[in-house]
């Protein structure tokens, strides 16, 4: 069996899942309120993405796309990271109590903590170092909720 099957298969699968979710859950209408969160994360994320790599928090010991221009994964940080802050700001619930909010946040931050865990344990996609699950639940939802304070700040006449 080929080194890495696996990885390249959760790499390829990962990314026609997303690309098709994208085309799939955004309305077109709403295309430029799609655009702005997606942009803005791959800011935030290729920013501290970049930090946690090369402090040597994090690894990620196989890298499908563009392996040799960074270190970081390059589907999770400008790809599926990016798309998920869309569908939690497209679908984030602005007229519901402030407990719905949260669970909002719990269950678009849990989702990307889980699957990076199971990620961790069963695969060479990423590699924790000096970093655990909690961190990264951290680090998830303070994004989101930066995110979302662009995305609210920058939509504020049309929202």
């Known amino acids: 069996m080929a080194k890495y099957t696996v990885e390249k298969g959760i790499s390829i ?3 026609i899942v997303t690309i098709l ?3 799939l859950l955004i309305p077109k209408e709403k295309i430029r309120q799609a655009l702005i969160p997606f942009l803005f994360h791959q800011v935030l994320t290729w920013f501290f993405g970049l930090i946690v790599v090369e402090k040597g928090l994090i690894r990620y010991p196989f890298r499908y796309y563009f392996s040799r221009s960074n270190k970081s994964s390059f589907i999770f940080e400008y790809l599926i990271f990016p798309a998920f802050a869309v569908f939690f700001n497209l679908f984030y619930p602005v007229k519901r109590s402030f407990l719905m909010k949260n669970i909002h946040y719990l269950f678009f931050t ?3 903590t889980f699957f990076e865990t199971i990620a961790v344990k069963y695969t060479k996609l ?3 170092k000096k970093w655990t699950w909690y961190w990264s639940f951290i680090t ?4 989101y909720f930066i995110n ?3 995305y609210r700040w920058y939509f504020k006449k049309t929202l």
């Open 13 to 15: 699968s990962s990314t």
């Open 21 to 23: 979710l994208l085309i």
């Open 110 to 112: 849990s989702m990307i």
């Open 126 to 128: 990423i590699e924790y």
């Open 140 to 143: 998830i939802w303070i994004s």
């Open 148 to 150: 979302n304070l662009f």
